[in-house]
């Protein structure tokens, strides 16, 4: 039955289109129309490129495909135009629209990829839009993913530049542009742009805005950093607007420091840190205000304000609080009790001016 079939629909081609023989410049030769039933039955072998139309139902492979291509598995190495598949669309190369209900893998994508369930591919240029997990190599345009937008290699040299929104994760290896996610948002190297994540937000080298619901983490931070609960920058905080309910620290700071609680700076603070309740410094250069306590492990040039303690090891400036101290004072202390720790007359009430 299926080769009467064929037969027919080789005979019904053939009064419309010339035989073409089969020899060594086949792979020169295309045709404007394909019609197939798998990779066994059709009418022309996989040699043959298409311009124009190719209807088949399962796995009718040709060179290249330029038109409209209709199927349950389309393949080809090249394609253009409209390709539409009930289960998967497989190119190597694709330019225009593809369109699957489950899953599309192509290595070069330039122009639109949708698929319902998985979408593949190396390098991206323009739109990948997947229902459940969108994958690519390089990103430049949009990549979403009702489930996951991920765009990595196995070299860590891979971008995203564009747009990548995932309900669940949205994932980069380098990202230039704009990264949302439900859940997690994570860009392994470098993100300038900005990292929206509703729960977690992380990146190694963050040059932009990091905003996490919860937290958001990264190795260094040039702009600005937001977690809900929690803002870490583990080497520096540059530039930056650090702010927190909880907790915001960076190993070393320039710029502003908001937390609700504490903020934290593990080496110098070089700015304005404002906390809650604490804040925490190895040496400050400009200015510490907490509901709480201040505490500089070193020096402190310029201000320490807070409602109860300010505590430094040499102050050139102002400690404002119910109780300062520091080991050495150029500068004045207002408070109920003022200590001076190598002074001759070492606690002072009220107002304390030492230079």
Known sequence: MKKTLVLLLALAAGSVL???PLEKSITHVSTPIQLGVDEYHHLYPKEYGVHGLRLNCYFVDNRYMHGLDLGFWNVSEAASGLQMAIYRNETHDFGGIQLSLWNAET????GVQVATVTTDAEDLYGIQLTG??????????IQIGGLSAVAESETDKGWMKGIQAGLYEARAENLAGIQIGGVFTESSWYANGVQLGLLFNESRYTRGVQIGGLTAKSKETLGVQIGGLSARSQIAADGVVQGAIILAETGELKGLQLSGIAANVIGKSDGVQVAGISTMAGSLDGLEIAGIWNFVF???????????YNHARYVRGLQLGLFNH??????VQIGLFNTVKEARFSTCPLLRVDF
Do not use: M, T, W, Y
Request: glycine letters at 14%; a negative charge.
């Open 298 to 308: 070193e020096d402190v040039d310029g201000a320490q304000l807070s409602l109860i």
């Open 326 to 331: 520091c080991e050495r004072l150029d500068g």
């Open 18 to 20: 010339a035989a073409v």
């Open 107 to 110: 290595k070069q994508v330039g």
């Open 132 to 141: 459940l997990l969108g994958r690519a190599r390089e990103v430049n345009g």
